[in-house]
């Protein structure tokens, strides 16, 4: 099993900046991809980026590309995601997770990359 944490969301300006953080609890947590995720209430959650479990690959939506950065410490269990130049649209929940085979790929044929472990989120709020 593995418990995620997501911490760092908040209030921010548009064209400011946050680092949003993932704490990964469980033996296998180092072993599985993982990924941030957003939904704004009444609509669809939506795919933001996701890192494989080397940190070698990574993937962003169109929406974060140039903007966003995913990264993760291993040692520490801990998954990030540095927003910059926000925007009002990128107003949502956040939520992180994880999944997929151990040491495996990152599964971009699967709904929400085949992850099957959620944090409960954190809110981001841009204002313009």
């Known amino acids: 099993q593995v418990q995620l944490v997501e911490s760092g969301g908040g209030l921010v300006q548009a064209g400011g900046s946050l680092r949003l953080s993932c704490a990964a609890s469980g033996r296998t947590a180092s072993t599985y991809a993982m990924g941030w995720f957003r939904q704004v209430p009444g609509k669809e959650r939506e795919f933001v980026s996701a890192?494989?479990?080397?940190?070698?690959?990574?993937q962003y939506a169109d929406s974060g590309k140039g903007r966003f950065t995913i990264s993760r410490d291993n040692a520490k269990n801990t998954m990030y995601l540095q927003m910059n130049s926000l925007k009002s649209e990128d107003t949502a929940v956040y939520y992180c997770?994880?999944?997929?085979?151990?040491?495996?790929?990152?599964?971009?044929?699967?709904?929400?990359?085949?992850?099957?472990?959620w944090g409960k989120g954190t809110l981001v709020t841009v204002s313009s």
């Open positions: 997770a994880a999944g997929g085979p151990a040491y495996g790929g990152l599964q971009t044929d699967q709904k929400d990359y085949g992850m099957n472990y």
């Open positions: 890192i494989s479990w080397s940190g070698i690959t990574t």
